[in-house]
């Protein structure tokens, strides 16, 4: 089993940054790939960000791309989402997941944190 906390969101203002922290507990992060996914009020969760299992290969939804980083620190058992140049459509709560299986981005992710809302004003 592994569990999953994020931190690290709030309220900020269009343009400006904010950065996603996922620590996990159990079993090491260090044997799943691991994926973050956002969903905002009426809309299905939706994949923004996977990273492998060594770091070495990234995914983003090209809604994000070229604004957020993903990272991953396996010996901290924590994963990370660098957000730049906000805008209010990324409001939204922000999940971490772990263990995706064969598509890193689907929602067939086996382990999910709980959440943080991310809320970006105009």
């Known amino acids: 089993q592994v569990q999953l906390v994020e931190s690290g969101g709030g309220l900020v203002q269009a343009g400006g940054s904010l950065r996603l922290s996922c620590a996990a507990s159990?079993?090491?992060?260090?044997?799943?790939?691991m994926g973050w996914f956002r969903q905002a009020p009426g809309k299905e969760r939706e994949f923004v960000a996977a990273?492998?299992?060594?770091?070495?290969?990234?995914y983003y939804a090209d809604s994000v791309k070229d604004r957020f980083t993903i990272s991953r620190d396996n010996a901290k058992n924590t994963v990370y989402l660098q957000m730049n140049s906000l805008k209010p459509e990324d409001t939204a709560v922000y999940y971490c997941?772990?263990?995706?299986?064969?598509?890193?981005?689907?929602?067939?992710?086996?382990?999910w944190g709980q959440g943080t809302q991310v809320t970006v004003s105009s």
């Open positions: 990273i492998t299992w060594s770091g070495g290969s990234t």
């Open positions: 159990g079993r090491t992060t260090g044997s799943y790939a």
């Open positions: 997941a772990a263990d995706p299986g064969d598509d890193y981005r689907s929602r067939g992710y086996r382990y």
